[in-house]
T-cell receptor, first 113, second 116 residues
Framework: GAGVSQTPSNKVTEKGKYVELRCDPI?????LYWYRQSLGQGPEFLIY????????DSGLPNDRFFAVRPEGSVSTLKIQRTERGDSAVYLC???????????FGPGTRLTVT | AQKVTQAQTEISVVEKEDVTLDCVYE???????LFWYKQPPSGELVFLIR??????QNEISGRYSWNFQKSTSSFNFTITASQVVDSAVYFC?????????????FGTGTRLLVSP
């Protein structure tokens, strides 16, 4: 079956602009996660959704970052007033339940110039 | 706080050699999960294994095997008879069982290069 998909695969934006990154989880997966991976590092947790609600957003670096999952499926990560330090690969993962293993998408590489 | 250390930044081997990737973790939790993921050049993290802290039995899956030792807080990964397709970055990760979901804490990864 289809895995986790993320769009766009690459996004280049100018400092100060607003961006949206989209994640389509595996069908039927109730849990959805966003991670950020900087060059040469492991992924770092950003936010977790169970259904439509953000159950844990403790990893969001500041209030410029926001994520939604209005219908409990597709999720959008939104970054306002982007900064060069936001440049990274943003990974989305989903799992059947909150207790099962996570399957990752290919990521969106964000470059802020 | 939880922490995962993968001290080997990069390992180079020749095909058919065995290779072990080290993972040492720190956690105050008594119940937790440990994971290994593979990240090939395409970038997508591929799930390999999850072990819970109650089960210290070693696991073997084909050419892959994992050695979990609570006494040394280690969860090492061995690839037997390595192949060029094994070339990737491998991440070890940890999550506790108390948060109600699996909040993965990753190590910095080990890049494995298998040459023909």
């Amino acid at each position: 079956g289809a895995g986790v998909s993320q769009t766009p695969s690459n996004k280049v934006t100018e400092k100060g602009k607003y961006v949206e990154l989209r994640c389509d989880p595996i069908s039927g997966h109730t849990a959805l996660y966003w991670y950020r991976q900087s060059l040469g590092q492991g992924p770092e947790f950003l936010i977790y959704f169970q259904g439509t609600g953000a159950a844990d957003d403790s990893g969001l670096p500041n209030d410029r970052f926001f994520a939604v999952r209005p219908e409990g499926s597709v999720s959008t990560l939104k970054i306002q007033r982007t900064e060069r330090g936001d440049s990274a690969v943003y990974l989305c993962a989903s799992s059947l339940t909150r207790a099962t293993e996570q399957y990752f998408g290919p990521g969106t590489r964000l470059t802020v110039t | 706080a939880q922490k995962v250390t993968q001290a080997q930044t990069e390992i180079s081997v020749v095909e058919k050699e065995d290779v072990t990737l080290d993972c040492v973790y720190e956690t105050r939790d008594t119940t937790y999960y440990l994971f290994w993921y593979k990240q090939p050049p395409s970038g997508e993290l591929v799930f390999l294994i999850r072990r819970n802290s109650f089960d210290e039995q070693n696991e073997i899956s084909g050419r892959y095997s994992w050695n979990f030792q609570k006494s040394t807080s280690s969860f090492n990964f061995t690839i037997t008879a390595s192949q060029v397709v094994d070339s990737a970055v491998y991440f070890c990760a940890l999550s506790d069982m108390n948060t109600g979901f699996q909040k993965l804490v990753f190590g910095t990864g080990t890049r494995l290069l298998v040459s023909p």
